[in-house]
């Protein structure tokens, strides 16, 4: 199936590894001209290289931006126009806010889960949409996480923010069904990612478990019985945000190996 990305301008933030580099790859191995986004200058030169070297495509390209900074989101979006002339899609990512109950985390920790989470959405939307709208297509995918579905117990933070962006999506796929624009939600569940890595340790230390012990105890409770590939969750992502995908929008889906239960 030819999914109609080659020479399309796309932006993936947080991209420099994890889910983020997973799908960047894979908008670039079906041609797109991909810009890809970070805080970590070093962290994205090694990806650009490395995307670059298995896909054979040339037009992967980086900026280092912190999703926290309004002025650092324009400049992103500004670099993708004057590299491509437009944006046509747009798939935003963000570091999953710190582990903790309500009672673990004060003031500051909202507040930067906000402007981590749920407000750099908001601000990389608003920046790309008047190049979509004057185009009158577009795709935009927002990752969280399979607690919008489900919440995840001592993640109380993503729990909150992740249901937020559920809302956003929702309600923008209302508002920008005219343009032709398309917008959902993707959450990953039991990805192996550094995230789920870092998680499973904190939980290791709070139950008194090894990490292999809740690695394992995860994975008995995924139908599909094991941790999913970014890859795989990357080629979800990218059937959406093709031109195969013309006529699912609003919609949250979760590629989680059967593990959430929830409707």
């Given at each position: 199936m030819d999914?109609?990305?080659?020479?399309?301008?796309?932006?993936?933030t947080a991209a420099s590894k994890g889910l983020g580099k997973a799908t960047a790859k894979q908008f670039a191995a079906e041609g797109a001209h991909v810009l890809i986004a970070s805080r970590s200058e070093k962290q994205l030169q090694q990806s650009?290289?490395?995307?670059q070297s298995e896909t054979g495509n040339e037009k992967v390209a980086y900026?280092?931006?912190?999703m926290r900074d309004k002025q650092a989101i324009k400049g992103m979006v500004d670099k993708a126009v004057s590299w491509n002339g437009s944006v046509?899609?747009?798939?935003?990512?963000?570091?999953?806010?710190?582990?903790?109950?309500?009672s673990d985390v004060n003031d500051e920790d909202w507040q930067q889960a906000f402007?981590?989470?749920l407000l750099s959405f908001v601000r990389t939307i608003r920046e790309v949409l008047p190049y979509m709208q004057k185009q009158k297509s577009g795709h935009i995918v927002n990752f969280t996480s399979s607690s919008m579905k489900q919440p995840i117990d001592n993640l109380i933070l993503s729990n909150t923010f992740r249901t937020g962006i559920v809302g956003l999506a929702k309600s923008l796929s209302q508002e920008l069904a005219a343009d032709n624009i398309l917008i959902n939600t993707v959450g990953p569940g039991r990805i192996a990612t550094d995230r789920v890595a870092h998680?499973?340790?904190?939980?290791?230390?709070?139950?008194?478990k090894t990490q292999e012990e809740i690695r394992s105890q995860s994975e008995k409770m995924i139908?599909?019985?094991?941790?999913?590939?970014?890859?795989?969750?990357?080629?979800?992502?990218v059937f959406l945000c093709s031109e195969a995908n013309s006529y699912v929008t609003g919609q949250s889906l979760l590629v989680d190996g059967g593990l959430v239960k929830a409707l």
């Amino acid at each position: 199936m030819d999914l109609g990305l080659k020479g399309k301008s796309v932006i993936v933030t947080a991209a420099s590894k994890g889910l983020g580099k997973a799908t960047a790859k894979q908008f670039a191995a079906e041609g797109a001209h991909v810009l890809i986004a970070s805080r970590s200058e070093k962290q994205l030169q090694q990806s650009v290289q490395e995307i670059q070297s298995e896909t054979g495509n040339e037009k992967v390209a980086y900026i280092v931006c912190d999703m926290r900074d309004k002025q650092a989101i324009k400049g992103m979006v500004d670099k993708a126009v004057s590299w491509n002339g437009s944006v046509d899609v747009l798939v935003n990512n963000a570091g999953g806010p710190p582990a903790g109950n309500f009672s673990d985390v004060n003031d500051e920790d909202w507040q930067q889960a906000f402007e981590l989470n749920l407000l750099s959405f908001v601000r990389t939307i608003r920046e790309v949409l008047p190049y979509m709208q004057k185009q009158k297509s577009g795709h935009i995918v927002n990752f969280t996480s399979s607690s919008m579905k489900q919440p995840i117990d001592n993640l109380i933070l993503s729990n909150t923010f992740r249901t937020g962006i559920v809302g956003l999506a929702k309600s923008l796929s209302q508002e920008l069904a005219a343009d032709n624009i398309l917008i959902n939600t993707v959450g990953p569940g039991r990805i192996a990612t550094d995230r789920v890595a870092h998680l499973d340790q904190v939980t290791a230390k709070k139950t008194g478990k090894t990490q292999e012990e809740i690695r394992s105890q995860s994975e008995k409770m995924i139908p599909i019985g094991r941790l999913g590939q970014p890859e795989e969750f990357a080629k979800a992502v990218v059937f959406l945000c093709s031109e195969a995908n013309s006529y699912v929008t609003g919609q949250s889906l979760l590629v989680d190996g059967g593990l959430v239960k929830a409707l």
